[in-house]
């Protein structure tokens, strides 16, 4: 157990997952970088953001993992990147993570909902939903109006875990909206926040 050991000893053994990390093959960088995020030591968060760039797939996976398991704010911008210009599994690990840390990425995600790239403002919506942040309720409004049907049913179940009362009157709007998914995220936002109407 690591919280049995020494102050020199945690040291050495965090050090020694470092350079795993840089030197070892993909399967041993892997191991490390779980290791990493499971110990949550902050000399880490350096090392796994160069492993956001690994070329081995399920090391940038565990590198995003980690990432948002320490919740170091240095992550976030790093985060955004992939979350913009990643492929798109590499960008649902980084909204994941970027929830994870939570509020040091709500204005970063504000802005990402803006973005250009579908698949962006779509993992966008999702991670401030799980970070419940009400920086995000009038953005997520707008999302509402999102020419992606699964942009607009993104934002309608991020307002619902939010639960900011100032959404039930879009969410009522929703109600009507041309994508029945949409309607129904809407509808079930609506009962969480304690909201009934009916979709006349």
Known sequence: MLNACSNEEYTRVVDLLISDLQQGNSDTRANAVEALGKIKDAKAVDPLIQALRD????????????????????????????????????????????????????????????????????????????????????????????????IRSNAAEALGNIGDTRSVRPLIQALKDDDINVRNEAAYALKKLGSHPSAE
Do not use: C, T, Y
Request: glycine share 6%.
């Open 55 to 150: 070329e081995s797939r399920k090391v940038r996976f565990s590198a995003a993992i980690a990432l948002g398991e320490i919740k170091d704010r240095r992550a976030v911008d790093p985060l955004i990147q992939v979350l913009k210009v990643g492929s798109s599994d590499a960008q649902l690990w980084a909204a994941e993570a970027l929830a994870e840390i939570g509020e040091p990425s709500v204005s970063p995600l504000i802005q990402a909902l803006g973005d250009s790239h579908r698949k962006v403002r779509f993992n966008a919506a999702i991670a401030m939903g799980k970070i419940k942040d009400n920086r995000a309720v009038d953005p997520l409004i707008q999302a509402l109006k999102d020419n992606d049907s699964q």
